[in-house]
């Protein structure tokens, strides 16, 4: 079965500064889609990034990139110049595009980043 | 173009009730997921409905039911509540049921048992 694991239940940054959080999963898929997710205090889950199974670049939003490594089945997100407003819970999610079983997102417990000024 | 919503926003309920979530998808999909979010957790795939029909189902009892009209707005009924049924329920809409296909979500609607 398809999971997901956020090792860091909580991150520390200071504003302006760059920071990683990490993200491994596993599935026997070929195919399959790699997202991030925001969701502030308010709950609404605000989507931030996606990296396909078969990109071969890593993706980039702005000041968010996925570092994308296939071989170790991991999918970090790194936020450059943290800003205050980055604060929030993150979540990743994946999602196996079987059109029968229902493309399902399966996400991770999540990381809680706080933005120190 | 009109992002996803849900209605209502907060809800209360006692224990053996009934309750029914609305979702309205974003302008020109034509899937929707629900999810349930329990305080501290990721979020749990409830179903997911694709063109009216459902198409995938998580490890959630049949009393958690649903429903997808022609316009594509969704609802999930909850029957006999359990306390642990108090949780975040998120609503999701897609173009498609593909891997590539960006799930947007709605703010949610927080459901509390009593």
């Known amino acids: 079965a398809q999971k997901i694991t956020q090792t860091q239940p909580g991150m520390f940054v200071q504003e302006k500064e760059a920071v990683t959080l990490d993200c491994t999963y596993d599935t026997s898929d070929q195919s399959y889609g790699l997202f991030w997710y925001k969701q502030p205090s308010s709950g609404e889950m605000i989507f931030l990034i996606y990296?396909?199974?078969?990109?071969?670049q890593n993706a980039t939003e702005g000041r968010y990139s996925l570092n994308f490594q296939k071989a170790r089945k991991s999918a970090n997100l790194v936020i450059s110049a943290s800003q205050l407003g980055d604060s929030a819970m993150y979540f990743c999610?994946?999602?196996?595009?079987?059109?029968?079983?229902?493309?399902?997102?399966?996400f991770g417990e999540g990381t809680q980043l706080t933005v120190n000024p | 173009e009109t992002g996803v919503t849900q209605s209502p926003t907060h809800l209360i309920k006692t224990r053996g009730q009934q309750v029914t979530l609305r979702c309205s998808s974003q302008s020109g999909h034509n899937t929707v997921s629900w999810y349930q979010q329990a305080l501290g957790q990721g979020p749990q795939f409830i179903f997911q409905?694709?063109?009216?029909?459902?198409?995938g189902r998580g490890n959630f009892p049949p009393r958690f039911s649903g429903l997808q009209f022609p316009n594509y707005s969704s609802e999930l009924n909850v029957n006999a509540l359990e306390l642990d049924d108090s949780a975040l329920y998120l609503c999701?809409?897609?173009?498609?049921?593909?891997?590539?296909?960006?799930?947007?979500f709605g703010p949610g609607t927080r459901l509390t048992v009593l």
């Open positions: 999610a994946m999602r196996e595009g079987h059109v029968n079983r229902g493309s399902r997102l399966t």
């Open positions: 999701a809409s897609s173009t498609g049921t593909r891997a590539y296909n960006e799930q947007f």
């Open positions: 409905y694709y063109r009216e029909e459902e198409n």
């Open positions: 990296q396909g199974s078969y990109d071969e």
